[in-house]
């Protein structure tokens, strides 16, 4: 499975931005899909996730109520919806998949390349 994040860029701290990650084969239903981000000089971490088959979805303490993940089985696509943006959300947004839930990198078997989120103050 290939995987290919998009949608990144730069904005004002309040505002929006929908993140995409397209897959490039269908998406079964055991699949698990994530959002991880990487500041500069920091580790890259866990932020939402969701099971394909039951559209179950987690959240890092520190964007739920202000993220959503989602997924469109018909275009094999998830998306991030991110909303009341801040400054420490800036990072390079990683898109990843693999067949059981995690929220460390070990636990992803597929990455996308990653989009640019900058949050400006």
């Known amino acids: 499975v290939q995987l290919q994040a998009s949608g990144g860029g730069l904005v004002q701290a309040g505002d929006s931005l929908r993140l995409s990650c397209a897959a490039s084969?269908?998406?079964?239903?055991?699949?698990?899909m994530g959002w991880f981000r990487q500041a500069p000089g920091k580790e890259r971490q866990f932020v939402a996730a969701?099971?394909?088959?039951?559209?179950?979805?987690h959240y890092a303490d520190s964007v739920k109520d202000r993220f959503t993940v989602s997924r469109d089985s018909a275009s094999n696509t998830m998306y991030l919806q991110m909303n009341s943006l801040r400054p420490d959300d800036t990072a390079v947004y990683y898109c990843?998949?693999?067949?059981?839930?995690?929220?460390?990198?070990?636990?992803?078997?597929?990455w996308g390349q990653g989009t640019l989120v900058t949050v400006s103050s």
């Open positions: 084969t269908r998406i079964y239903s055991s699949y698990v």
């Open positions: 969701i099971r394909w088959g039951t559209t179950r979805t």
């Open positions: 990843s998949g693999g067949t059981q839930y995690g929220t460390t990198p070990a636990d992803y078997r597929h």
